[in-house]
């Protein structure tokens, strides 16, 4: 059984710049979440896929957005990136649009210059 | 909006003391509640959860009870060891079930 995996470990943006985020679900999953820790926080909610229609989000503005695809894997993209995005992106992935069981992913740190 | 509030840290306990982590909770519903772990260099995993009223959820030596009257999930050991020095997140998912909400966090160290 494969893990949830995040690319890339690691990368720098600037303020402006637009950034994509990728998360590959575990085995079997239909529902991936995506959540942004800054340093010294808990997560926060951006919002969930499920069978590639988002189906909740959390207080983000638009342009966080994100895609799923048949396979299951999603992608986050946040666009005119602002200094305080720099922060630890995790994926989490579940079943049937629940969160009640998620497996998260080792996350993406994004630093905004 | 429901929000997840927990003891500041860190907390630093000697091997084989008693633990405790204060998690207080306010939510519309009856949400489920959760405590995860986040190791050193490691992902956040699961530690336990407990999905209704007076439900004790429990792993690895770790217990929290579920207590709507008061509205809380405090966590417990009754012996910490060094390997337990991580930091711990209480959080809960809202009764539609696709939105969890986390606690800031506690990091805990244990010193041999």
Redesign the interface.
Same mark, same amino acid.
């Given at each position: 059984e494969t893990g949830v995996t995040q690319s890339p470990t690691h990368l720098i943006k600037t303020r402006g710049q637009q950034v994509t985020l990728r998360c590959s679900s575990q085995s079997g999953h239909n529902t991936v979440s995506w959540y942004q820790q800054a340093l010294g926080q808990g997560p926060q909610f951006i919002f969930q896929y499920y069978r590639e229609e988002e189906n909740g989000r959390g207080n983000f503005p638009p342009r966080f957005s994100g895609l799923q695809f048949p396979n299951y894997s999603s992608e986050l993209n946040v666009n005119a990136l602002e200094l305080d995005d720099s922060a630890l992106y995790l994926c989490a992935s579940s079943l049937g649009g629940q969160q009640e069981t998620q497996y998260f992913g080792p996350g993406t740190r994004l630093l905004v210059l | 909006g429901d929000s997840?509030t927990q003891m500041e840290g860190p907390v630093t306990l000697s091997e084989e003391a008693f633990l405790t982590i204060n998690c207080t909770y306010t939510a519309t519903g009856y949400p489920?509640l959760f405590w995860y772990v986040q190791y050193p260099g490691?992902? !956040?995993?699961?530690l336990l959860?407990a $999905?209704k009223a007076d439900d004790k959820g429990s792993n690895k030596g770790f217990e929290a009870t579920y207590r709507k009257e008061t509205t809380s999930f405090h966590l417990e050991k009754g012996s910490v060891q060094v390997s337990d020095s991580a930091v711990y997140?209480c959080?809960l !998912?809202n009764t539609?079930?696709?939105? $969890?909400?986390?606690?800031?966090?506690t990091r805990l160290f244990v010193k041999a």
């Open positions: - | 997840v489920s490691e992902g !956040l995993q699961l959860k $999905t997140f959080a !998912l539609g079930g696709f939105k $969890t909400i986390f606690g800031a966090g």
